[in-house]
């Protein structure tokens, strides 16, 4: 007998188009485009001079919004969050408001929640410090004749960087940050897994549910493309050239004529549950879990160690054989066809060869329902990126409403719908995949 799916209760999104669930999901339905000049950031990261054009590097999706003081408590912990952790954290808080547990968590003896049975995972990347919390630690290397003397640095940094300085760049400090503040004491994991992160956490999370180790979890994702240091390193994706294109249309996933791919930030939490314990708290189910897969199958340049960022490289980024594969299978997990897929949550990012592979992949599945690229809206937000269309998948469930895409004018190979549309019937197929040949599909219903 097939196990009851699990359920999702709770969303937050801390978004360049929105914080909170209603925010990012009426600028969806609004086709709000998060895609700015980075002059306009309000964080501590690198800004283009004023004679630098509003173009390549200098284009992201920065959240402008976000006071992370209003999240975290207690406040003093702000120390040892990076900006990564910061949104995680929100993110979170939001998942509880949002699921109805405000007065359950964290979690206590005799409680709603058992801490215990209350589980916590997130999908995360590498996080990069600002260059500037070095700035006087690089300046005692250089010597009276301006040469950089590297063997200073260890002595400079001892004296200039604080004790617990690695502590807000650690992968795994989302979810050890926000299983602290929940009081969660059941299983907590990390997983670095590039775009996947977020899915695979997902994954995760539901084998503590489906092992019963747990009765809940927390799990979330959170990343960016437009930190400083993640700036620097161009080498996987074509830096965008948005030529004729206002800034607010730089992201265009899906256009032939794309150029590029716009860095964003953001995280995304969910709270999930077994079908039983939401019903027993009398929890409103935004959406059920029917199917979840993860496939590998390598690249052409993962296969030949050929990475770079060019527009139409020897070694392509086409992964449509790991999608296919990741489709084909949560479909069959969910006991539904092809036919019974009502929009695809899509990871197309304006890398036109990951684009097209996903394009490729959906015919392969005889797929032809509408799709919806997230990322045409808010950037491509590294770990981030497949936990928000999770998220996504999930509020136009909840809301029965699938959102109009963003240039939908486009001569794509896909159904691009150019106004929003009442969710009557069928599921939510969400796609996440990586250059190197890893994808994942999750398969919502109602």
Request: charged share 20%; proline share 6%; aromatic share 4%.
């Amino acid at each position: 007998m097939p196990r009851p799916p699990a359920v999702i209760t709770g969303v937050g999104i801390v978004s360049p188009i929105g914080i909170g669930h209603e925010a990012f999901f009426d600028a969806l339905m609004n086709r709000t485009s998060g895609i700015r000049s980075l002059k306009d950031r309000t964080d501590d990261e690198a800004k283009p001079s004023d004679g630098d054009p509003a173009d390549g590097v200098w284009i992201g999706a920065p959240i402008v919004d976000f006071q992370a003081k209003q999240f975290v408590r207690p406040r003093k912990a702000l120390k040892v969050m990076c900006r990564e952790i910061q949104t995680a954290f929100a993110s979170a808080q939001l998942a509880v408001a949002h699921a109805g547990l405000d007065d359950d968590l964290p979690a206590s003896d005799g409680g709603t929640v058992a801490p215990q049975r209350l589980g916590t995972v997130y999908g995360g990347e590498i996080y990069f410090n600002p260059p500037t919390e070095l700035l006087e630690s690089i300046r005692r290397c250089v010597d009276e004749n301006g040469d950089v003397r590297a063997g200073r640095f260890g002595e400079a940094a001892r004296k200039e960087v604080v004790p617990l300085w690695m502590l807000k760049y650690l992968p795994n400090m989302p979810a050890c940050q926000v299983g602290i503040s929940i009081n969660s004491q059941g299983p907590n994991n990390s997983l670095v897994l590039g775009d996947i992160s977020g899915p695979a956490a997902l994954l995760e999370g539901c084998s503590y549910l489906d092992r019963g180790i747990a009765d809940i979890s927390m799990v979330g994702a959170t990343g960016t493309r437009i930190a400083s240091m993640r700036m620097a390193y161009t080498g996987d994706l074509p830096t965008v050239n948005r030529g004729e294109h206002a800034v607010s249309d730089a992201s265009r996933p899906f256009d032939p004529r794309a150029t590029g791919v716009v860095g964003g930030e953001g995280a995304a939490s969910v709270i999930i549950e077994t079908d039983r314990h939401a019903r027993d708290r009398g929890a409103n189910v935004l959406a059920r879990i029917l199917g979840v897969a993860s496939r590998f199958a390598p690249t052409a340049a993962m296969r030949g160690f050929d990475r770079d960022n060019s527009l139409n490289p020897n070694q392509s980024r086409n992964a449509a054989s790991a999608i296919r594969s990741a489709i084909e299978a949560a479909l069959g997990q969910a006991d539904v066809s092809a036919s019974d897929v009502a929009v695809v949550v899509s990871h197309a990012m304006g890398d036109r060869q990951v684009d097209a592979g996903e394009a490729e992949a959906f015919r392969q599945c005889d797929i032809s329902a509408p799709v919806l690229p997230v990322i045409a809206s808010v950037g491509h937000t590294g770990a981030a990126s497949g936990m928000m269309e999770i998220a996504t998948g999930t509020l136009i469930l909840a809301n029965k409403q699938i959102p109009p895409a963003l240039h939908a004018t486009l001569d794509a190979d896909v159904k691009l719908s150019a106004k929003a549309t009442d969710l009557e019937a069928g599921v939510v197929l969400v796609v996440t995949h990586t250059t190197e040949g890893s994808a994942t599909a999750v398969v919502l219903g109602k």
